[in-house]
Nanobody
Framework: QVQLVESGGGLVQAGGSLRLSCVAS????????MGWFRQAPGKEREFVAA????????NYANSVKGRFTISRDNAKNMVYLQMDSLKLEDTAVYYC?????????????????WGKGTLVTVSS
C-alpha cells in the first residue's frame, strides 16, 4: 500500500509558476509509475502528466504540454510537477497518483493509489 502526500499548492497570478511536490511511503517507490491529475470545480478529474518508473518516459495532457514538467527523484521517494505560464483554467485540486503500470497518458480510470490533493488557484 502506497501513501502519497502532496504539497506546494497555493495562489499564483496568471503567467506565474508553481512547483508541486509529492512524497511517497509504504511501497517501493521506484516500482511505480507516477502521475498528476486535477479536478476543477464542477468538472471531472482529468489526467495531467505521468512519468515512468525510472523517469525515462513522460507524457502530458495536450492542455499542459510545453508548460508543465513532471519529474521524480527515486532516492527521495518524490515526484514533482513544475507548472509554468499558468492560466486561469489551471485552477484545480491537483492529485498525485501511483500505478504499477506505466501507460503513457492512457489512464481513463485513474491510477491505483491517490493522495488527498493540493489546491492550485490561478488569479488574473
Amino acid at each position: 500500500q502506497v501513501q502519497l502526500v502532496e504539497s506546494g499548492g497555493g495562489l499564483v497570478q496568471a503567467g506565474g509558476s508553481l512547483r508541486l511536490s509529492c512524497v511517497a511511503s509504504g511501497g517501493t517507490f521506484s516500482s511505480y509509475a507516477m502521475g498528476w491529475f486535477r479536478q476543477a470545480p464542477g468538472k471531472e478529474r482529468e489526467f495531467v502528466a505521468a512519468i515512468s518508473w525510472g523517469g525515462g518516459s513522460t507524457n502530458y495532457a495536450n492542455s499542459v504540454k510545453g508548460r508543465f514538467t513532471i519529474s521524480r527523484d527515486n532516492a527521495k521517494n518524490m515526484v514533482y510537477l513544475q507548472m509554468d505560464s499558468l492560466k486561469l483554467e489551471d485552477t484545480a485540486v491537483y492529485y498525485c497518483a501511483a500505478d504499477q503500470v506505466y501507460r503513457g497518458r492512457d489512464y481513463p480510470r485513474g491510477m491505483d493509489y491517490w493522495g488527498k490533493g493540493t489546491l492550485v488557484t490561478v488569479s488574473s
